[in-house]
Structure formats: structure tokens, C-alpha cells
């Protein structure tokens, strides 16, 4: 099965793209809602992750984001070490969903590829980029947050010209217009590459 990553900045559009290309029929796992679930439902994750960062981690069973976010995102050390207990975990809950797949092939939506070196997981890679103070706008637009909060998670991803350099194709996203033709232009093209 060929896997295709899509991913991008905070406010890149991302999700936005990546389910404009499941309406194409493309069966799409997004990395960053599994990872949550799997932190709400799993009883090792949880232990591990109350070790790292104490009983704050969890309110009333529940994943406690804003608490876990101020840590690991002015943190880099506690961000590996929280990604080290979460993403094995995804990866093997990610390996039997792929099993289950039946398409010319699949997407996986996930914040951090290159980051941590896992771009040889993929087949190929789109990245989708945007203007940082779009991005900025869009998040602030969206969540609950802070124009500080947003620049930390920001200065833990890589810029999108360091992104763009490794991908095989890049969705420029400052317009949904012209990011949708962009994004069916990539998906005919996939599917030209994986009838060959
Ligand atoms: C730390 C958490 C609880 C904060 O939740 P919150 O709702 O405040 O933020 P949100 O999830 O919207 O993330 C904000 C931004 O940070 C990025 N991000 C999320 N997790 C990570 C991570 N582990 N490393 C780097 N960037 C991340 C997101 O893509 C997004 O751009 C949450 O991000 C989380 O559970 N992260 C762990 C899951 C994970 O590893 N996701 C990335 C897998 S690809
Ligand atoms: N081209 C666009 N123009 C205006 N708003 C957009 C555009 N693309 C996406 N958005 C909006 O911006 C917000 C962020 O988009 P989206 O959630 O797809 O980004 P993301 O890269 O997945 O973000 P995150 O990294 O936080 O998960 C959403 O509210 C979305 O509707």
C-alpha cells in the first residue's frame, strides 16, 4: 500500500486539505487525534505519562491539553521524552489500520514528520505551507490561545522552507481556492503513479 504524509505547520490548513482529499475516497488516518485517543484510553500511556509529568496530566480521567501543552511545548526535552511514550504506540495502532485499507493508496495526516526523522516511513510526502501571520490568524480564529502560545509551537517545528526542501510535492495554502486545485492536481497525479 503506498502512504502518503501530509503535513504542515500549526495553521497551515493541513486538516482542511487532508479531508478535501478524502472526499476523494482516500482513506485517511490522522496521527494527532489517534494520539490523543490513545492517551485517553490506554492504561500504560497513561501511567508512563503521569510519571513524566505528575497527576496534573489527567483531570477526572480526561487528558488535561492545556496543562500538557505549557509543558512540552517550552520544553524540548520533555516534548521527546512525551512523543517517545505516545508514538510507538501510533505506529502500531496505525500498522493494523493500514492492514485494513483498500485504495490505490492511503494518507496519513501528522504534524511532525520531519521533525523526527521519519520521513522513511512514506512514500511520499506533501507539505502544506501558508504565511505565518495567516497561520497565526487562523489558530487564533480557532482556538482558545494566544499569539505567545502559538509562537512556542511554532519554534518547535521546522519552518516551512526546511519542510518544503524534503517533500515531494507542497500545497501553498494562503488560499483555499487555489490550495483545493493544487491538492486535485497531486491526488490525479498519485493516482497515475500507483496504476503504473
Ligand atoms: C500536547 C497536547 C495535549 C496539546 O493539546 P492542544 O489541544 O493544546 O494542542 P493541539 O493538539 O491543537 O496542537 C497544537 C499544535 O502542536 C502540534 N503538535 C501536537 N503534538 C505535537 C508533538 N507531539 N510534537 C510537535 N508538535 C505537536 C499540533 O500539530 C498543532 O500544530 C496535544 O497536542 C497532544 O496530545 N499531543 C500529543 C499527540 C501527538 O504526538 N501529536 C502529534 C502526532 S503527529
Ligand atoms: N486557506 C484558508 N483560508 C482561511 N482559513 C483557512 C484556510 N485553510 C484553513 N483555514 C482554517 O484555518 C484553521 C486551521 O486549519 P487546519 O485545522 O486545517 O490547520 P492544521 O494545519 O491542521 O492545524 P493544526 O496544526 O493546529 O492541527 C481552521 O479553522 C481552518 O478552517
Known amino acids: 500500500m503506498v502512504v ?17 482529499i478524502k472526499s476523494f475516497g482516500i482513506p485517511l488516518y490522522v496521527a494527532d487525534k489517534e494520539a490523543k485517543a490513545l492517551m485517553n484510553r490506554s492504561k500504560v500511556i497513561k501511567r508512563k505519562l503521569i510519571q513524566l509529568f505528575g497527576d496534573k496530566a489527567y483531570v477526572d480521567g480526561k487528558l488535561n491539553r492545556p496543562f500538557l501543552a505549557k509543558m512540552i511545548f517550552n520544553d524540548k526535552s520533555l516534548l521527546n521524552q512525551m512523543n517517545a511514550i505516545v508514538h510507538p504506540k501510533v505506529a502500531s495502532h496505525f500498522k493494523r489500520w493500514l492492514k485494513k485499507q483498500d485504495a490505490p493508496y492511503i494518507l496519513k495526516e501528522a504534524a511532525i514528520i520531519f521533525e523526527n526523522n521519519l520521513q522513511s516511513n512514506y512514500d511520499y510526502i506533501i507539505t502544506v505551507v501558508a504565511d505565518e501571520n495567516l497561520r497565526i490568524e487562523r489558530i487564533l480564529d480557532r482556538d482558545d490561545t494566544t499569539q505567545e502560545k502559538i509562537k512556542a509551537i511554532i519554534n518547535n517545528q521546522w519552518t516551512d522552507s526546511q519542510k518544503k526542501e524534503l517533500s ?9 481556492d487555489q490550495a483545493k486545485k493544487q491538492a486535485l492536481q497531486i491526488h490525479t497525479k498519485l493516482l497515475k503513479i500507483t496504476a503504473e
Do not use: M, R
Open 168 to 176: 515531494d510535492f507542497v500545497i501553498s495554502n494562503n488560499d483555499l
Open 4 to 20: 502518503v504524509g501530509i503535513t504542515g505547520g500549526i495553521g497551515s490548513g493541513k486538516t482542511t486539505i487532508a479531508n478535501y
